[in-house]
């Protein structure tokens, strides 16, 4: 089956800095990759997606790159804010929309 | 805007003892996935249902996991008996069907149950 890995576990920025999240998926086969964000005590929400005919998707400060050939994508938020604060999930999906995550990144931006 | 609806929303039970959770899809979602996270980990599928029939459960401990959705909507996610490390979050999501290009649909998930087993 599927797996995906994502790293670092842990990331600190400044407010103001980039903040970058990196993922690998194992399954060829996979051809849409959500990224998800949970704050703490809430239900993980799709904040943005890109599908396998895609290079790179972008959404005001949130852009996600994919490299089919390598099998990883990346998350890059811009001008990070307090409120970006919270644990971001990566997610592969192939046939039959079975989803497989990360085990997050806790991201924390320091005021 | 419609919401995937989960109950209860916190459990504390014993082990050994039997524990249900529900969920209600978004309306018209065939799609339904229960997931289970632990702790400072991603969400792991436990079993994905395309109207009633379940489409995977490669990770549901069938000895003593069970899920249905007999009518193609709302579903129970049971287990009996509950285990101390059955403790975690059970996080029900919902989504439209691929369409007939085979794109995906963004999944909605509900507020979750916590599952605590003493």
């Known amino acids: 089956g599927e797996n995906v890995e994502q790293h670092p576990s842990t990331l600190s920025v400044q407010e103001g800095d980039s903040a970058v999240i990196k993922c690998t998926y194992s399954d060829s086969a996979s051809n849409y990759f959500p990224w998800y964000k949970q704050e703490l005590g809430k239900r993980p929400q799709l904040i943005i997606d890109i599908r396998s005919n895609v290079g790179e998707k972008k959404d005001q400060r949130i852009a996600v790159t994919l490299n089919k050939t390598a099998k990883h994508f990346s998350l890059h938020i811009t001008e990070t804010q307090p409120e970006d604060s919270a644990v971001y999930f990566c997610a592969a999906s192939g046939g039959y929309q079975k989803v497989t995550f990360g085990i997050g990144t806790k991201l924390q931006v320091i005021p | 805007e419609a919401e995937v609806a989960q109950s209860p929303r916190y459990k504390i039970t014993e082990k050994s003892q039997a524990v249900a959770f529900w969920c209600d899809p978004i309306s018209g979602h065939a799609t339904l996935y229960w997931y289970r996270q632990i702790l400072g980990q991603g969400p792991e599928l436990l079993v994905q249902?395309?109207?009633?029939?379940?489409?995977?459960d490669s990770q549901l401990p069938k000895d003593r996991f069970s899920a249905e959705r007999l009518k193609g909507v709302d579903s129970t996610l049971k287990i009996q008996p509950a285990e101390l490390g059955d403790s975690a979050m059970y996080l029900c999501?919902?989504?439209?069907?691929?369409?007939?290009?085979?794109?995906?649909?963004?999944?909605?998930f509900g507020p979750g149950t916590r599952l605590t087993v003493l």
């Open positions: 999501a919902s989504s439209l069907p691929l369409d007939h290009a085979g794109n995906h649909n963004e999944q909605f």
């Open positions: 249902f395309q109207d009633e029939s379940v489409v995977d």
